[in-house]
C-alpha cells in the first residue's frame, strides 16, 4: 500500500553518519559554533530577501523609485538655503529614507518566524536563541547596504556627484547602516511583540514613516513650523541625513542652524544609534526568551 | 532488568494565571513503544507536550527524556529529542532539501553530513522528487513527511508527534502510519497526541486520556474500552431456539436480548481467555448450532465520552472494532 521504505531512526544497513556532536565546553568552541549557527540562519535569510517579491523590490526597486520621484517631484519646487541643487541635498536624505523604512523589515521577519511556527522548531534544535536575532539584524543589515547602495548608483545615474569622493561616501553609508542597524533592533522587538507579520507591517509604518517624515531628509528644518521644526532638528534621522551629506561633500543647510545636533550630526547619529542599541539589544533577547518559552 | 522509561514525568503542574493548564500529569513511556495522549481541546494535551520538549517551563514536577533532566538541562534534552508540532514547522521559502540541511546545520550537523543526511531522509519519506522544489508549494501530506523528517535529522531517540495526521487525506494518513510504525520498529520512543481515537487504537502501545489537566485513564485501548463495559456479544444461531438463553446465562453479565426472527442474541459478557470457545461449547453441549459469534468492543469513542462527557473532537472513520471469532 506504501512505497515508502523504512525510515530509520538508526538504520542498520547505511553506514552511521556522525550524530550530533556534543557542546563544546569551551569559550572558543561555543563562539565558534555560534558564529556557524548565525552563519547558516544569515543565509536563510538572504535566500528569503531573494525569493520573496515584496522583499526584494523593497531592497531594489523602492530605492530607484523614491528617488527618481523625490528629486524630480521635490526638486522641481525646492531652493536649498545657501545653495546647492535639490539633487545634491537630496541624495543624503533619500539613503537614510530608505534605510529607515527598509529597518521593518526585521518586524515582519521575525514575527513571521514566530507566526509561522518556525521559532518553535528553533527551540527544539541545539543551536544557539541569540543567533536567532544576530542572523536576523545581520541579513538585514546586508540588505541595507544593498538598498543604500542602489539610492546612491541611481543619484550617481541622474547626476549626484559626492565632493568627498569613495572615502567620504563609504563614511556616510558606515553611520547610515550602524543606524539602520540599530532600528533593525528596535523593530525586532516590535515584531516580537506584535507576532504576526501584517500587524507588525502596519505598526512599523506608523512609527517609521513619521519618523523618516518628520527630518531633515526630505526639506531642510528651517522652513517648518515651530514644532515640526523642533522634532526634525532633534530627531536622530535628521542627523543621520546630515552626517551623509556632510561626509558626502553635499550641500547640508542644517549646518546654518545652532541647534547641537546640526552642529555634530555624526556624534548625535552615532551617539543615538548607540543608545537604541543598548536599549533595543537586551530587549529584544527578553522578547525572544518570552516568545520560546511562554 | 526493567530499564528507565524514556520519556518520564512526574507531577508536572502549569498555571496560566488563574488557569491550571496542567494540573498534576505523570507519564511513563518504555523504550520502542508509543504512548498516546488524547483529550479534548484545552484539556492540557498541548502544554504537556511543551513541557516534555523543553518548550515550556513546568510551575513544578519533573521531567526526564532518555534520562536527563529536561528542566535543568534543556539543551541537552534537546540533542535527544524530535518534535513535530501540530502545524508543519517548515520555511516556505526554502526547498524541501535546504529545508532539511538547515536543520542539520543547526543540529551541529558538518556541512557535508547535513548535506547527506537531507538525501538520506529525503529518500526514506520518498520526497527526492521535490527535493528541489520550494515547500510552500508541497500538498499536505508532503509538507507532514517533510516536516516529520526535519525532527529526524538528528537520529532522536526520543520522538514527541503533536497531532501528525490531522488534516490528511486518508491515504497520506496510512503513509504517515507506516511510517510511524517503522520508526518504532527501530526502537525510537515515540508521544503521540491525535485527535482521532482510530490512530490511537491503531498505533499506540498505551493510551493516556487527559483532561482538565489531569490523566483520567491509561491503559492499553483494550483495557480502557473494558472499563467501559465490557464487551458486546453477538450471536447468529442456525435455526432460532429457545434454549439458546438458558445455555448462556451462566456465561455473560447481562440480560440477553433476542432479536425478532429468534436467531440472533446479545448480551454484555467479560473479557477473558477462551471465552468464545466456551460459548460455542455450552451451546453445542445445549445441541445449537451456531454460525456466527462476535465480539464487539466498545469503540474508543465511547471511552472518551464516558470519562469527558465529550464527544470526541473530530469525527472518525467507523471505529466499531470486529473480532471474529467464528
Not at chain 2, 508543519?88 to 538547515?102: F, I, K, S, V, Y
Request: with cysteine; glycine share 8%; aromatic share 4%.
Amino acid at each position: 500500500m506504501s512505497t515508502l521504505t523504512a525510515p530509520t531512526a538508526r538504520p542498520a544497513d547505511a553506514p552511521v553518519p556522525p550524530p550530533a556532536a556534543e557542546p563544546s565546553r569551551s569559550l572558543v568552541g561555543r563562539a565558534r559554533e555560534w558564529v556557524a549557527d548565525v552563519g547558516v540562519l544569515t543565509f536563510r535569510n538572504l535566500v528569503h530577501v531573494r525569493r520573496e517579491p515584496a522583499q526584494l523590490s523593497d531592497a531594489t526597486i523602492q530605492p530607484v523609485l523614491f528617488t527618481l520621484l523625490f528629486v524630480y517631484i521635490f526638486g522641481s519646487a525646492m531652493h536649498i538655503a545657501g545653495g546647492g541643487s535639490y539633487k545634491m541635498f537630496a541624495i543624503g536624505g533619500l539613503v537614510t529614507m530608505n534605510l529607515t523604512t527598509a529597518s521593518m523589515g526585521t518586524a515582519v521577519g521575525m514575527s513571521s518566524d514566530v507566526a509561522t511556527g518556525m521559532m518553535n522548531r528553533f527551540r527544539t534544535l541545539p543551536m544557539s536563541r541569540s543567533a536567532i536575532l544576530a542572523g536576523r539584524t545581520i541579513s538585514d543589515l546586508l540588505a541595507a547596504a544593498l538598498c543604500g547602495t542602489i539610492v546612491l548608483l541611481t543619484g550617481l545615474a541622474i547626476g549626484w556627484r559626492p565632493d568627498h569622493g569613495l572615502v567620504g561616501v563609504v563614511e556616510g553609508m558606515a553611520v547610515a547602516l550602524l543606524f539602520a542597524y540599530a532600528l533593525s533592533w528596535f523593530t525586532a522587538c516590535l515584531g516580537l511583540l506584535v507576532g504576526d507579520p501584517e500587524s507588525a507591517q502596519g505598526v512599523g509604518l506608523v512609527i517609521l514613516f513619521p519618523l523618516a517624515f518628520l527630518s531633515t531628509c526630505f526639506v531642510p528644518a528651517a522652513g517648518l513650523p515651530t514644532v515640526p521644526r523642533i522634532i526634525a532638528e532633534w530627531n536622530p534621522v535628521s542627523a543621520v541625513a546630515g552626517s551623509c551629506r556632510e561626509l558626502f561633500g553635499n550641500p547640508n543647510p542644517a549646518a546654518l542652524s545652532d541647534v547641537w545636533p546640526a552642529q555634530h550630526p555624526v556624534l548625535m547619529a552615532v551617539l543615538s544609534s548607540l543608545a537604541i542599541l543598548a536599549i533595543c539589544v537586551p530587549l529584544a533577547s527578553r522578547l525572544l526568551r518570552k516568545a520560546t518559552t511562554d | 532488568m526493567t530499564e528507565r522509561p524514556m520519556i518520564e514525568a512526574a507531577g508536572l503542574h502549569k498555571r496560566y494565571g488563574e488557569t491550571k493548564a496542567v494540573d498534576g500529569v505523570s507519564l511513563a513511556v518504555p523504550r520502542g513503544t508509543i504512548l498516546g495522549v488524547l483529550g479534548p481541546n484545552g484539556a492540557g494535551k498541548t502544554t504537556t507536550v511543551r513541557m516534555l520538549t523543553t518548550m515550556t517551563a513546568p510551575d513544578a514536577g519533573s521531567v526526564h527524556v532518555a534520562g536527563i533532566d529536561v528542566v535543568a538541562d534543556p539543551r541537552a534534552a534537546r540533542r535527544r529529542i524530535g518534535v513535530t508540532g501540530q502545524d508543519a514547522t517548515l520555511d516556505e521559502l526554502l526547498t524541501g532539501r535546504q529545508n532539511l540541511q538547515m536543520i542539520g546545520r543547526l543540529s551541529r550537523l558538518s556541512k557535508a553530513a547535513a548535506a547527506a543526511r537531507a538525501d538520506q531522509l529525503l529518500d526514506e519519506f520518498d520526497l527526492t522528487y521535490a527535493a528541489d522544489r520550494l515547500a510552500k508549494g508541497y500538498s499536505g501530506g508532503m509538507r507532514r513527511r517533510l516536516d516529520l523528517a526535519a525532527s529526524l535529522v538528528s537520529r532522536p531517540e526520543v520522538l514527541f508527534l503533536d497531532e501528525p495526521t490531522t488534516g490528511l487525506d486518508p491515504t497520506s494518513r496510512l503513509r504517515m502510519w507506516d511510517v510511524i510504525r517503522a520508526l518504532v520498529a527501530e526502537g525510537t520512543t515515540l508521544l503521540l497526541t491525535t485527535q482521532y481515537l482510530d490512530e490511537a487504537d491503531e498505533l499506540a502501545d498505551a493510551i493516556s486520556v487527559i483532561d482538565h489537566g489531569r490523566v483520567i485513564a491509561h491503559g492499553t485501548a483494550r483495557e480502557l474500552k473494558a472499563m467501559v463495559g465490557g464487551e458486546q456479544l453477538e450471536l447468529t444461531l442456525s435455526e432460532p431456539s429457545g434454549a439458546a438463553a438458558g445455555a448462556l446465562s451462566a456465561l455473560v453479565t447481562s440480560d440477553i436480548t433476542t432479536s425478532d426472527d429468534g436467531r440472533t442474541l446479545r448480551a454484555a459478557v467479560t473479557p477473558g481467555a477462551g471465552k468464545a470457545t466456551a460459548i460455542i461449547r455450552a451451546l453445542d453441549e445445549a445441541g445449537i448450532a451456531v454460525d456466527d459469534v462476535q465480539f464487539h468492543h466498545p469503540s474508543l469513542d465511547d471511552v472518551f465520552f464516558a470519562l469527558t462527557g465529550a464527544p470526541a473532537e473530530a469525527p472518525t472513520p467507523s471505529d466499531t472494532e470486529l473480532t471474529e471469532v467464528a
